[in-house]
């Protein structure tokens, strides 16, 4: 159980940080406002995954 909750924690970094780095890159899109949003939108999801992994880490 604990693999699949660190596979989920994973997975949702990887997916939420590479799109926030994509929209955050883009271009097209390069204003202060814009970043903040993209950071927040895509940090806190972030912040989820890693609370998730670290806490299906096993205790050694």
């Known amino acids: ?3 699949f909750f660190r596979v989920l924690g994973i997975l ?3 997916f939420t940080g590479g799109c926030s780095l994509f929209f ?3 271009g ?4 202060v406002d814009f970043l ?9 999801p972030f912040a989820v ?3 998730i992994f670290l806490l299906a880490r096993p205790n050694d």
């Open 1 to 3: 159980m604990r693999t």
């Open 12 to 14: 949702i970094m990887v």
């Open 24 to 26: 955050v890159t883009a």
């Open 28 to 31: 097209g899109f390069s204003g």
């Open 36 to 44: 903040g949003t993209a950071l927040l939108v895509g940090g806190v």
């Open 49 to 51: 995954g890693l609370v």
